[in-house]
T-cell receptor, first 115, second 112 residues
Framework: GENVEQHPSTLSVQEGDSAVIKCTYS??????FPWYKQELGKRPQLIID?????GEKKDQRIAVTLNKTAKHFSLHITETQPEDSAVYFC??????????????FGQGTRLTINP | DGGITQSPKYLFRKEGQNVTLSCEQN?????MYWYRQDPGQGLRLIYY???????QKGDIAEGYSVSREKKESFPLTVTSAQKNPTAFYLC???????????FGEGSRLTVL
């Protein structure tokens, strides 16, 4: 089955700097890669996702890149702000456009933004 | 107010007792899921259901059971066979066309 590895487990950056979190996956048939953000004491929420037919996707200060050959994908956050402090999870699945998404999650990265 | 409601938020049980966690959604989603969250291990899939009266085992189903008698409801029972039940449990749902998972606020189970 699918296995997703996420690094680093903790990351501390200065406010205004960029943060990068990386994930690798094992199943070459995986084609859907979302990122979820979980603030302290709150539920995980989707922040961005990418499908395997594109290599990069951006949404304001966040971007995700995908390298299918190497089977890894990364989350990039630019101009970090205190509200970016949270735990971030990557995930992968053989997602179809119908039915349940059997997502396999990475172990999570605790991002801390220092003022 | 649309969303997913999990209850109870906190639950304490003695070892050997079964316990049922409730999950209700009013998003009209077909698919529902149960995940377990442990520190440093991310979210691991316990069970999922694509439609009413159908459900599939996830990666860590041993010691758990579910039912899906109504579209809105997907309760999880943690049985006495689950060797390490103390954890944070998250329920989620997604629309039939796939994509985003919408999570509940979670239930923290502590077995004494």
């Amino acid at each position: 089955g699918e296995n997703v590895e996420q690094h680093p487990s903790t990351l501390s950056v200065q406010e205004g700097d960029s943060a990068v979190i990386k994930c690798t996956y094992s199943d070459s048939a995986s084609n859907y890669f979302p990122w979820y953000k979980q603030e302290l004491g709150k539920r995980p929420q989707l922040i961005i996702d990418i499908r395997s037919n594109v290599g990069e996707k951006k949404d304001q200060r966040i971007a995700v890149t995908l390298n299918k050959t190497a089977k890894h994908f990364s989350l990039h956050i630019t101009e970090t702000q205190p509200e970016d402090s949270a735990v971030y999870f990557c995930a992968a699945s053989r997602g179809s456009l119908q039915g349940a998404q059997k997502l396999v999650f990475g172990q999570g990265t605790r991002l801390t933004i220092n003022p | 107010d649309g969303g997913i409601t999990q209850s109870p938020k906190y639950l304490f049980r003695k070892e050997g007792q079964n316990v049922t966690l409730s999950c209700e959604q009013n998003l009209n989603h077909d698919a529902m899921y149960w995940y377990r969250q442990d520190p440093g291990q991310g979210l691991r899939l316990i069970y999922y259901s694509q439609i009413v009266n159908d459900f599939q085992k996830g990666d860590i189903a041993e010691g758990y059971s579910v039912s899906r008698e109504k579209k809105e409801s997907f309760p999880l029972t943690v049985t006495s066979a689950q060797k390490n039940p103390t954890a944070f449990y998250l329920c989620a749902s997604s629309p039939s066309q796939g994509g985003e998972l919408f999570f509940g606020e979670g239930s923290r189970l502590t077995v004494l």
